[in-house]
């Protein structure tokens, strides 16, 4: 085993990476309405992996520096292989909930095959992917299961996913397939949706600042391949994450797998991680893709259309009419957004629309009953200076709405959501 080396993040780096964290929670601020903490949570797993040793390899010393370097110098841009992604964020069952909301009437594009949609499933479960890349306009992403299989595949401006269990594929091309997709050459997925080692690695570098502690704890083995064990954790208290672990291939500097482990201890709240890679040029074929007969397409364009008429439609059909969804789209909107503290422990602050209160109760029909109880599942009330409200919780976000129409949420415990909000006050 490799000796126990350690690295502070300091100057420029230090300040890029406290700006992409403050990006990051103005990005998670905009999910931030009582029936999508759920989503909230899902736009945050790009910040968080998982590790599990296989082995202990003897390998030379490395500073963490000089292992995120590494990482970061590393020209490999061909690979294929298994990955195995595991998610626990403590988020109570949906139950029927959970299927109204996915069927939205077409408010979510129309087709089951729309990226948008279908990796949203990564937020929950175990799932295994199959993936392969062959430089930064080719990839390929599947979700594999029992019955059926899930693929994404992008190949230059042309972007196909094809659902096999309802025979219906998506396609989108030039600026409209880049809007569905991500352009870090490891997948062709939506923004925010990370399916690959490296993916998850780079958003987890990104928190890298002054109130984080990197070092380098050992070596261990992952997918046959010799790595090294990256370590980051807040330097300091209030955060839901205890640390986050990138094994990094020893030979080329590739992520191979993560671990986000829980201030709260107990089992990770995210692992993904290579099962079996190959660093050779994938096969053609993996790339290209032709519906099958019979196979319901739908176009990008159509898709759009689609999904403005199904959120035309549902105004009609929300108890309390279009005035309730307006105090919750206009909180996603989200322009009265502040940030209180820094780094790890730093929470967002929301205005609701017109200093409105949020709707927690199903007074006046402002939110149904299903709703009501799957917020309740996981809502504990809570008092300060700031007045009283509920904090929405999971193991890795949590989410404060008062009573007078404010929200906070940040990767910090209730007690830290308590008190940002009392010293807004």
Avoid: C
Avoid at 247 to 273: E, M, Q, R, W
Wanted: hydrophobic share 40%; no cysteine.
């Amino acid at each position: 085993m490799a000796p126990n080396d350690s690295a502070e993040t300091t100057g420029n780096a230090a300040d890029e990476a406290t700006a992409g964290t403050m990006a990051g929670r103005r990005r998670a601020a905009r999910y931030v309405v009582p029936v999508a903490v759920a989503g909230v949570a899902a736009a945050t797993i790009g910040l968080v992996p998982a590790l599990a040793d296989s082995g202990d390899p003897d390998l030379p010393k490395i500073t963490a520096q000089q292992l995120i370097e590494k990482i970061a110098a590393s020209d490999t841009e061909q690979l294929s292989g298994t990955v195995k992604i595991s998610t626990d964020l403590g988020i109570p069952s949906l139950g029927g909930l959970a299927g109204s909301l996915a069927q939205g009437d077409g408010a979510h594009g129309g087709s089951s095959a729309d990226p948008q949609e279908k990796l949203t499933e990564l937020a929950s479960g175990t799932h295994t992917l199959r993936v392969a890349a062959d430089g930064p306009d080719k990839q390929r992403v599947s979700i594999l299961d029992s019955a059926a299989e899930y693929s994404v595949i992008r190949n230059g401006d042309q972007v196909w996913a094809y659902d096999s269990k309802s025979n219906e594929a998506f396609h989108a091309t030039g600026d409209k397939a880049s809007g569905h997709a991500e352009k870090r050459g490891e997948a062709t997925v939506p923004d925010g949706v990370p399916t690959t080692p490296k993916a998850f690695a780079e958003e987890a570098l990104k928190t890298a600042g002054p109130t984080t502690s990197v070092t380098v704890d050992g070596t261990a083995q992952v997918a046959g391949r010799d790595a090294y064990k990256l370590v980051i954790k807040p330097k300091q208290g209030g955060s839901t994450i205890g640390a986050i672990t990138i094994a990094v291939d020893a030979k080329n500097g590739v992520p191979l797998k993560f671990t986000l482990s829980p201030s709260s201890g107990g089992k990770a709240v995210i692992d993904a991680g290579f099962t079996g890679v190959d660093f050779a040029k994938p096969a053609a074929s993996s790339f290209t893709f032709t519906p099958p007969k019979g196979a319901k397409v739908t176009e990008a364009d159509d898709a759009k259309a689609q999904q403005q008429a199904g959120k035309q439609a549902q105004e009609f059909k929300v108890p309390g009419g279009p005035a309730g969804l307006d105090g919750l789209d206009g909180l996603a909107g989200g322009k009265g957004v502040k940030v209180i503290g820094e780094g790890w422990s730093a929470v967002a602050e929301i205005e609701a629309p017109g200093g409105r209160a949020v709707p927690t109760s199903p007074k006046s029909g402002d939110v149904p009953p299903a709703a009501q109880q799957f917020l309740d599942s996981f809502g504990d009330k809570v008092t300060g200076k700031f007045g009283s409200g509920t904090v929405f919780k999971t193991r890795l976000v949590n989410a404060l709405m008062t009573d007078d129409g404010k929200v906070y949420v940040g990767l910090v415990t209730k007690d830290a959501l308590v008190r940002a909000a009392d010293s807004a006050n």
